[in-house]
């Protein structure tokens, strides 16, 4: 149960005992006053919700009285009890004083407690919505800081996510670059041939504009495309004098099997095709292994690779040859361009040689293909 404490302000000490008698059997707790200061002393030491008095006293008038109340303590409820019905102070009481009722001497009692049970209603309401009001700001506070949280919650784990990604395709192209390397190893004369045949073929295809996943795709092919070198015999791969035709047999046998050794491997899902139709021609003819597929039937991207894989190996030494020059190389892809080669690739690597010239070939520079795509 809520406490109902009301003030009476009058200085006449019948019309406090008067009121007095009128509220003995009511539920509420009274206080009396007769001046505004005794009043407002009260009022600062007690806590009341309704405040009558009277407009005419000494020292401090009614409306004196109640706009102080107002001023400092603006939820008590404050009434104006008068026999002095001037308008103007009846206009100055609601203005300056904010009351709730203007009761006129002499009162009728059913009335005046009916009026004093609203005063204490409408105090409690006032109360009872400002303590909602604040519960829910309160909860709204709460919802933001959560929702701010939350937020900064989603994006650090995106950002770890993102994170781990990274190192997780780095990771695979670091392992993808060692098998390749391995094999490479298998002949002084090819170490690095794959990497570069990687890093070539994606720039040729960044050249030829293709999306980044093309890219991406057209390298690890690169880096994979002489896998199955691992499955034929070293010395064949190593012999530095012409190959017998059974040699040769052997040789072509490589993008097969490396073919088959990288279908078990399921994301490489995509780049087998691509190691399997390396040494394909152009044109279809049998110069091209293993299925002697024509044009469009052939990966792009081992098309892409085939033009990177030849200017590698035209451009490092072999046993039986020095590098050849930048101007050979040029002349032997417009001589193959639309019958071993893809003329598209052929122009992209033309392209690449006219703005960069020899700095393309330049061997052993640090490569990233992840930098290379985002930048
Ligand atoms: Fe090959
Ligand atoms: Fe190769």
Redesign the pocket.
């Known amino acids: 149960m809520s406490q109902q404490t009301i003030l009476f302000v009058d200085d006449e000490v019948n019309i406090l005992k008067a009121l007095n008698r009128l509220t003995r059997h009511e539920p509420w707790t009274v206080l009396c006053a007769s001046r505004g200061s005794e009043a407002l002393e009260l009022l600062d030491k007690t806590s009341a919700q309704v405040v009558v008095s009277d407009q005419r006293m000494p020292e401090m008038s009614g409306v004196d009285l109640l706009q102080s109340v107002r001023d400092r303590h603006p939820d008590i409820v404050r009434m104006m009890l008068t026999g002095y019905t001037e308008i103007n102070v009846a206009v100055d009481a609601i203005n300056r004083g904010e009351i709730f009722r203007l009761i006129t001497k002499p009162w009728n009692d059913e009335e005046l407690k009916a009026t004093i049970r609203q005063a204490f209603d409408h105090f409690h309401l006032k109360h009872e919505i400002k303590r909602l009001n604040l519960v829910t700001r309160e909860q709204n506070f709460r919802l933001q800081d959560m929702n701010r949280n939350l937020e900064d919650k989603v994006r650090e784990r995106t950002k770890q996510l993102a994170e781990k990604h990274h190192e997780l395709r780095t990771a695979y192209v670091q392992t993808i670059r060692a098998l390749a390397e391995a094999v490479d190893a298998k002949d002084a004369y090819t170490r690095g041939h794959s990497e570069r045949v990687g890093v070539y073929a994606s720039k040729l295809a960044r050249e030829m504009s293709f999306p980044k996943d093309f890219i991406e795709r057209v390298y690890i092919a690169g880096l994979l495309?002489?896998v199955g070198k691992i499955g034929v015999p070293d010395h064949i791969i190593t012999k530095p004098e012409r190959l017998t035709d059974l040699e040769y047999e052997e040789i072509k046998r490589?993008?097969e099997i490396g073919a088959r050794i990288l279908e078990p491997v399921t994301f490489l899902a995509e780049v087998v095709p691509c190691v399997r139709h390396?040494?394909e021609w152009y044109d279809g003819s049998d110069h091209g292994y293993p299925a002697r597929l024509c044009g469009d039937q052939i990966p792009l991207p081992s098309r892409v690779i085939l033009v990177a894989?030849t200017v590698e190996a035209m451009t490092s030494d072999r046993p039986y040859r020095k590098a050849l020059s930048l101007e050979i190389v040029i002349r032997e892809l417009h001589t193959y361009s639309g019958t071993q080669f893809d003329p598209a690739a052929v122009r992209a690597m033309l392209a690449l040689f006219e703005r960069e010239g020899d700095g393309f070939l330049r061997k052993n520079q640090k490569f990233d293909i992840y930098e290379f795509i985002e930048g």
């Open positions: 495309h002489d490589h993008p390396h040494h894989d």
